[in-house]
C-alpha cells in the first residue's frame, strides 16, 4: 500500500473536491450530507494504520474516530477534532468543488473552515506516524472527525453522550494559529407570534401578527439586547443578541396570520442561558402573551485555564492565545469534561464567504505547528 501524501496542499485538494454540505444548508445543486467526506477519512486513517470505529448521527451522516496506539503505555490520549460538514454553496464566486489558486490564496468550500486546518492536521500525523519520534511516543493520538458541527455540533454531541473523553481536545477551526482557550456559548430560540388572517381589503377583520410582533421587538431591542451587553466576563466580555429573522405575511392582500422571531445570543459562563431565557419569556409575557417560545439551540460557553499543560504545548507551537466569540466542537468537549480548545491555519474571517480560501503560507505553517506540537518541540 502507498504511503499517504504529507504535503498539505494535496490533502486539501481532495478534500475540496467532495461536497460534505450539511443539511440544513441551502446546497443549490450539490448533495448535502457527510458521507463522503467520513468515507475518505475513514479510508486514510487506516492507510495511516489507525484503528477506526464509525457512528451514525442520522442515515447516512457518519463521524469517524480514528487512534492510533502508542508504542509505551499511554500516559496521555490527545484528540484532533476536524468537523466533516460545511456550510452551502449558494452564491459563491469561486468553484466550491474544486480547489483554485491565485496568488497564493487557496479557495473552495471548506478551505478555510475547515478543510484547510484538516488538511494541515492529516499531514503533520501522517508525518509524525513516520518519524523517529513515533517509535518512542506514549501519547495515544485520536482523529475523531464530526458531522453536523454546523449544525450545533451534533456529532460531538453524539460522542460525549456515548462516553467520549480525553486528557486534551484540539477542535480544529480557523484561528490564525492560536489557542483559542476560551469562546462563548450559543442561545437560540424561536418565537412565533399569532394573528387571525384576514382579506387585505379587510383588514379590521382580522389580526395582524406583525403588529402583534413590533412591541415584543422594540423590547428585544431596548431592553434585552442591553442587559445582555452589560454582563460582563472578563474574558469573553458581553453577551449579545442577534435578532435575525423576523418573518411575517406572505401576500400583499392578506393579514398576516403569524410572525416568526429569531433570536441568535451569546452567552458567557457568568450568563446562564437559563436566565436568559427567563427573561424572555417575560418580555413575551408582557409584550405578546400569546405568542409561543421553542428552542432552537442551545450550547454552553467555556474557559480552558492557560496553565493547562496541554494547551500550554500547544500554545509553544502556535502564535499565542485568543478567545472567541464563535461556537464549536470545543464547546461541547469542553462541557463533557475534556480539556479543549480550538486551533488550525487560517482566518475565520473567510470562513463561509462567497469566495473562502485560505493562504497556502498558512496552510503549509498549520501543518509544521501542528508537528511541533506532536513532538512537543
Known sequence: MAVPTTDPKKILRELVALPSV?????????MPGEAAMAAWMADHVRSLGGAVTTSLIAPGRPSVVGVFEPARKARATV???PHLDTVGVHGMTVPAFKLSESNGRLYGRGACDTKGPTAAMLAAVGAWLQSAERRTSDIRWVIAATAGEEQ??????????AGFRADFGVALEPTDLKVVYAAKGVLRVWIAVPGRAAHGAKPERGDNAVYRALPLVQALKDELAPWLAA???PVLGGCSLNLGVLQGGGELNLVPAQCRIGLDIRVHPGCSAADVR???ADLVARHAPRAKVSLHREGPAFVT???EPWARRLRAAG?????ADWFCD???????GTPAVAFGPGSIRQAHTKDEFILERELRAGAAAFGRFMRGA
Do not use: C, M, Y
Open 79 to 81: 484528540v484532533f477534532a
Open 319 to 323: 502564535r499565542g492565545w485568543a478567545a
Open 305 to 307: 485555564a492557560k496553565s
Open 152 to 161: 450545533g455540533s451534533l456529532g460531538a454531541q453524539a460522542l460525549v453522550k
Open 231 to 233: 454582563q460582563r466576563h
Open 330 to 336: 470545543a464547546n461541547v468537549f469542553a462541557a463533557h
Open 278 to 280: 427567563r427573561r424572555i
Open 22 to 30: 450539511h443539511p440544513e444548508a441551502d446546497a443549490r445543486g450539490t
